[in-house]
């Protein structure tokens, strides 16, 4: 599996970071893991098991516990602490670095940062951007919109009609959020997240018209970054041999990373609009999500329910 990495300026950036002390531009400094760690347990002489590959963030508990200890004491175990050469050492609270911290920093080579926010908020923060950044991806060709709010990747043959789909829908006041190639990341065990690669976002093809820019054209209101994937549209040709699915009470799932995320199969043919076929079934979803299926009211309506194992 790739191995992703995520630029320490870009972290600092998010976060609110100034610099104290860098031994190079940030840009050229890499993040590997999503873990970040408070080396409490270290600085009190524990050395064992030890991750070099985590940020190290100095709260005010590790600030005032290092000041208590002697000088020696203390130089030993800073000292220490930067020798593994984590990617960066923050200190929290506004609190400002202590010397020895600016002296191990250089002599390193570890980027010394500082923040102005809380200890807890800044993990918080850190974590959330580390683990997007750093999330397992792989990149399926469709279309991704924001319909009502429920994020819907449309996949299907080329020339089926997604495009011209996720233009009507735009049209509708809806949001794109990528067009042919769509990047899907894993940030949870049960959470993907989508968005375009950065060279293409907001454009999207239209047989007969060429490349349009969205933003441009319909404004940044019918844009977005990115959306949690929350359903999967595949769309064929209507093939009349086929059965398709006629009540809904079948919950079919599309596999992304590990992730079964639920999915329809939706014939095209002449005559069907796609875009309001689209709408209801997000709106669908969203109330399958908050436990209601039509339905299954529709069966216990009629007292059909034992027939189906209701």
């Known amino acids: 599996m790739a191995e992703f990495s995520v630029t320490l300026d870009k972290l600092a950036e998010e976060s609110n970071l100034t610099i104290a002390y860098t031994p190079t531009d940030l840009k050229n400094i890499k993040v590997y893991t999503a873990e970040v760690y408070r080396p409490g347990i270290m600085l009190a002489g ?77 993990l918080s923060s850190l974590i959330t951007t580390l683990n997007t950044e750093l999330a397992p991806r792989v990149t399926r060709h469709g279309v991704l919109v924001e319909v009502y709010g429920e994020g819907i990747l449309i996949t299907g043959d080329s020339g089926v009609g997604k495009s011209e789909t996720a233009i009507e829908l735009v049209k509708r006041g809806h949001r794109l959020i990528a067009d042919d190639a769509v990047e899907l990341r894993k940030v949870s065990s049960r959470k993907i997240m989508g968005a375009a690669p950065q060279n293409i976002r907001h454009f999207i093809e239209l047989r007969g018209i060429g490349i349009i820019n969205v933003a441009r054209l319909f404004g940044v209101g019918a844009v977005k970054n990115s959306v949690e994937v929350e359903m999967v549209v595949e769309l064929e040709p209507w093939d009349r041999t086929k059965n398709y699915d006629r009540t809904g009470l079948e919950t079919d799932t599309y596999d992304i990373l590990g992730v079964q995320v639920p999915s329809l199969l939706i014939p095209v043919m002449p005559g069907r609009n796609l875009a309001v076929i689209l709408e209801t079934a997000a709106m669908n979803n969203r109330q399958k999500e908050m436990g209601y299926n039509a339905a299954e009211e529709l069966l216990q309506s009629l007292g059909l329910q034992n027939d189906i194992g209701l």
């Open 46 to 122: 524990y050395y064992q098991y030890f991750d070099r590959t985590r940020i190290q963030i100095l709260g005010l508990t590790e600030i005032s516990y290092l000041q208590e200890l002697d000088d020696e004491m203390r130089r030993t175990h800073l000292e220490k602490l930067f020798s593994f050469v984590p990617p960066a050492v923050i200190v929290t609270r506004g609190i400002e670095p202590m010397p020895e911290m600016l002296e191990f920093a250089k002599k390193y080579g570890v980027a010394l940062l500082l923040s102005t926010e809380m200890t807890s908020p800044l």
